[in-house]
């Protein structure tokens, strides 16, 4: 016999209430007929309020888990010593692979998706989105930039009294960045968006001024592709605006390799340049603005057109550049040293 519906507090309410109309000279059949039970149900009510907790709550511990707690200690530190440790290519985890290991060691096989739950519920595991690492990274040499290059950058710009510009460009196209919503189970929303690859370009830079180290946002919205013309335009009206700087960007060709870009700095001492190590965008307090922007606040835009992606682009960066708490929040998220007393 299936146990009847409700909570342990709502069935132990029940039985009192019939075992009380039984006390007050009702019939066993008329209280079963209105509580919607057999009469042997409140024939067995009755006897068991004889005794002190007879009637109380018996909440149902449920089903006994497939897995004990002294079972679970064994795959749990099998996982974490990394997914190549059991022969996969890579250290990510599925349900699948977790699967495997368990029926490996413990000798239980379960569905991955029971796995899922044992995982998420028991182990407290999350599903986050696995970072790309790029494999050309010369890790030594960034954190030798990281730990020496970069400390020296800072104190020669704030000895100069230049503003710390770091420096990027980005790209944001008319099809949408697709991520995540929410809907009824079953129900994919369906996003309407041209599938086209109109385009339009953006050189952005935060800038940290010297001695206070306040920060700021620049940026400069193009519809072609960003070009060296495009970059000395920008260090230009930067320059023009703040004063010294030091502009700390990578080694892309329309940086410090580009003729005209050396030419004009060539003319314009005041503007000093630094390269961040390669591989290494993550150091970058701007591609964090960009991050934000394009797979946060931007995610799921269909525009209409380039003119619409232009006015919201406007919209989410002028938003950042007078938010100071959000950009010194890209700033620290780089961990870059000697920059935790501007922020």
Same mark, same amino acid.
């Given at each position: 016999?299936?146990?009847?519906?409700?909570?342990?507090?709502?069935?132990?309410?029940?039985?009192?209430?019939? @075992?009380?109309?039984? &006390?007050?000279?009702?019939?066993?059949?008329? @209280?079963?007929?209105?509580?919607?039970?057999?009469?042997?149900?409140?024939? +067995?009510?009755?006897?068991?309020?004889?005794?002190?907790?007879?009637?109380?709550?018996?909440?149902?511990?449920?089903?006994?888990?497939?897995?004990?707690? &002294?079972?679970? *200690?064994?795959?749990?530190?099998?996982?974490?010593?990394g997914a190549k440790a059991h022969g996969r290519d890579n250290e990510l985890w599925t349900a699948a692979r977790v699967a495997t290991v368990i029926a490996r060691h413990v000798g239980r096989i379960h569905h991955p998706d029971r796995?899922?739950?044992?995982?998420? *519920?028991?182990?407290?595991?999350?599903?986050?989105?696995?970072?790309?690492?790029?494999?050309?990274?010369?890790?030594?040499? %960034?954190?030798?930039?990281?730990?020496?290059?970069?400390? +020296?950058? =800072?104190?020669?710009?704030?000895?100069?009294?230049?503003?710390? =510009?770091?420096?990027?460009?980005?790209?944001?196209?008319?099809?949408?960045?697709? *991520?995540?919503?929410?809907?009824?189970?079953?129900?994919?929303?369906?996003?309407?968006?041209?599938d086209r690859r109109d385009r339009l370009s953006a050189i952005s830079a935060i800038t940290l001024s010297p001695v206070l180290a306040r920060p700021n946002l620049f940026f400069s919205i193009d519809p072609h592709h960003i070009h &060296?013309?495009? @970059?000395?335009?920008?260090?230009?009206?930067?320059?023009?605006?703040?004063?010294?700087?030091?502009? %700390?960007?990578?080694?892309?060709?329309?940086?410090?390799?580009?003729?005209?870009?050396?030419?004009?700095?060539?003319?314009?001492?005041?503007? =000093?340049?630094?390269?961040?190590?390669?591989?290494?965008?993550?150091?970058?307090?701007?591609?964090?603005?960009?991050?934000?922007?394009?797979?946060?606040?931007?995610?799921?835009?269909?525009?209409?057109?380039?003119?619409?992606?232009?006015?919201?682009?406007?919209?989410?960066?002028?938003?950042?550049?007078?938010?100071?708490?959000?950009?010194?929040?890209?700033?620290r998220q780089t961990k870059l040293p000697g920059l935790s007393l501007a922020v």
């Amino acid at each position: 016999m299936s146990r009847p519906f409700g909570t342990p507090q709502e069935l132990e309410r029940r039985r009192r209430q019939a @075992v009380r109309a039984i &006390a007050d000279g009702q019939s066993r059949q008329a @209280v079963a007929a209105v509580l919607g039970v057999h009469p042997n149900s409140v024939s +067995r009510w009755v006897r068991a309020a004889r005794q002190p907790d007879g009637l109380d709550a018996k909440p149902s511990p449920g089903p006994t888990p497939g897995l004990s707690d &002294a079972d679970l *200690r064994v795959p749990e530190t099998l996982l974490r010593q990394g997914a190549k440790a059991h022969g996969r290519d890579n250290e990510l985890w599925t349900a699948a692979r977790v699967a495997t290991v368990i029926a490996r060691h413990v000798g239980r096989i379960h569905h991955p998706d029971r796995v899922l739950r044992i995982l998420t *519920r028991r182990l407290r595991w999350t599903s986050p989105k696995p970072r790309r690492h790029a494999r050309e990274r010369n890790d030594e040499e %960034v954190a030798r930039w990281v730990g020496d290059e970069f400390p +020296r950058i =800072v104190r020669a710009a704030f000895a100069r009294k230049a503003h710390l =510009v770091f420096l990027d460009e980005s790209g944001v196209f008319l099809t949408p960045t697709v *991520r995540r919503t929410m809907a009824p189970r079953g129900k994919t929303p369906v996003l309407p968006a041209w599938d086209r690859r109109d385009r339009l370009s953006a050189i952005s830079a935060i800038t940290l001024s010297p001695v206070l180290a306040r920060p700021n946002l620049f940026f400069s919205i193009d519809p072609h592709h960003i070009h &060296a013309e495009q @970059v000395v335009a920008f260090l230009a009206d930067r320059h023009r605006r703040l004063g010294r700087l030091t502009v %700390v960007w990578d080694r892309g060709p329309i940086h410090d390799k580009s003729k005209l870009v050396r030419a004009w700095l060539a003319t314009h001492p005041g503007v =000093v340049t630094e390269k961040f190590p390669s591989y290494a965008p993550a150091l970058n307090p701007d591609e964090g603005v960009w991050g934000w922007a394009k797979y946060g606040r931007l995610a799921n835009l269909a525009a209409n057109d380039t003119d619409e992606l232009w006015d919201h682009i406007i919209e989410e960066l002028v938003t950042a550049k007078h938010s100071p708490d959000l950009l010194n929040g890209f700033v620290r998220q780089t961990k870059l040293p000697g920059l935790s007393l501007a922020v």
